[in-house]
């Protein structure tokens, strides 16, 4: 560790995600507009601009596309959402209203008080707040309208307004732009099946991770940079030795931390099929038991013990 009490590992992670911070941005900013998005162009534009290799540009268009697409879909949801409460609250008024009107209906009439069916919504007065439930339903019908246009302006205002690169969006207020965040201290590197370890640019052999270094920075760092990652020896990690792997480096509570995409292993079958009969458990807290049955159904074994 240095003076700073970070290893060369972290000091290269802390400058290169400087470096795809910026990148990314620049093509979240090219996704959104108006022009046309080559993949190929737009990687040799990120080498050259940025000083990056092949790989580490399409980490930064994996992970700018993915913060776009989720931020239209976010947007779909918000007015999806909206658009229910919306409907919700026209619901409500169009029943409160029909309520007053029924009431006002009933109390025009002659001989009210004989009445057999009497009124659904009778009318009562409050000697604690000094006001009837009328005047109360009617205050409550003049907010939720006022409820509603704010939701329709919002609304209207989501699906027109462009998404904007920038911090987190402030769908509440319906007065600014849906923006797409892309975070600080992030690194994506996209891996590829054909490759050594699944990654050219990340490669772990259960020990040690190699990380390659983009051109920008080999001056200062070297050509590879490598760190210990360990405790990864779970049964259920199912990380196989093939295959793609897509690793993700973020900072999060002062350290850096890795995650691993991959597609796992496929689980080897430890059971037989239900042709051969099956077995059912049964458990609470009392008593525990078992019943076994062949492939027709008929029981052929049981068992059941209780506490105490």
């Known amino acids: 560790m240095n003076a700073l009490g970070k290893t060369p590992f ?17 093509t979240v900013n090219l996704l959104l507009s108006d022009r046309e998005f080559n993949k190929s162009q737009w990687n040799t534009h990120l080498q050259n601009t940025y000083g990056i290799n092949k790989r580490h540009a399409n980490g930064v268009i994996s992970f700018a596309k993915g913060a776009v697409d989720s931020a239209k879909e976010c947007r779909a949801n918000h007015i999806k959402t909206l658009t229910g409460k919306l409907k919700s609250i026209e619901d409500w008024i169009k029943k409160a209203e029909t309520k007053l009107k ?28 000094r006001n009837t439930n009328w005047q109360y339903l009617r205050f409550q019908i003049h907010n939720k309208k006022r409820r509603r246009n704010h939701l329709r302006k919002q609304i209207d205002h989501l699906k027109a307004a462009p998404i904007r690169e920038g911090g987190g969006a402030r769908m509440h207020s319906g007065t600014q732009a849906p923006r ?64 793609a792997k897509t690793w993700h480096y973020y900072y999060k509570d002062g350290k850096w931390c890795i995650a691993v995409q991959f597609t796992p292993a496929p689980v080897n079958q430890v059971s037989r ?22 492939k027709d159904g008929n029981l052929k074994a049981k068992w059941l013990m209780a506490n105490g």
């Not at 972290?10 to 620049?26: G, Q, S, V, W």
């Not at 038991?289 to 062949?294: E, I, K, L, P, S």
């Open 10 to 26: 972290e000091m290269f992670l802390n400058e290169f995600a400087t470096i795809f911070h910026a990148a990314a941005c620049e």
């Open 102 to 129: 029924n009431a006002r209906k009933f109390y025009r009439k002659k001989n009210w008080q004989q009445s057999k069916s009497g009124c659904v919504f009778p009318l009562d007065y409050s000697l604690q707040y």
């Open 180 to 243: 797409v965040k892309v975070p600080r201290n992030q690194i994506f590197i996209v891996g590829s099946k054909d490759e050594n370890y699944g990654n050219q640019v990340c490669q772990w052999d259960g020990n040690v991770l190699k990380f390659r270094v983009p051109g920008c920075l080999e001056s200062q760092f070297g050509h590879t940079v490598e760190s210990a990652i360990g405790n990864f020896d779970r049964k259920n990690n199912r990380l196989p030795t093939t295959g």
């Open 273 to 294: 099929h239900s042709s051969y009969g099956c077995i059912g458990i049964d458990m609470n807290p009392g008593s525990i038991g078992w019943a076994y049955v062949d």
